[in-house]
């Protein structure tokens, strides 16, 4: 079975994604700040990104969904 880091990695592979679909896509039950924790000791390899979110009248919300940036393949 893959490891939290690799499946992370496996769902942001193409571009980066919210912490919901990172969630919906492999099935971590993790919580925002248990994949902070995991891009915290991974800074190498990710790097946290928020991404715009917009209410019904399109004003923008702050901050935000948070989500992941895959920044490089281990060697």
Do not use: C, W
Not at 27 to 48: E, H, I, P, S, Y
Not at 54 to 68: A, H, K, S, T, W
């Amino acid at each position: 079975m893959k490891s939290q880091v690799e499946r992370i990695a496996a769902a942001v592979r193409g571009e980066p994604h919210s912490f919901d679909y990172i969630r919906r896509a492999t099935g971590l039950g993790l919580t925002d700040d248990q994949f902070r924790a995991v891009v915290a000791a991974n800074r190498g390899r990710f790097k946290l990104v928020r991404f715009m979110k917009r209410d019904d009248e399109g004003e923008l919300i702050r901050p935000g969904r948070l989500g992941v940036l895959l920044r490089a393949e281990p060697a």
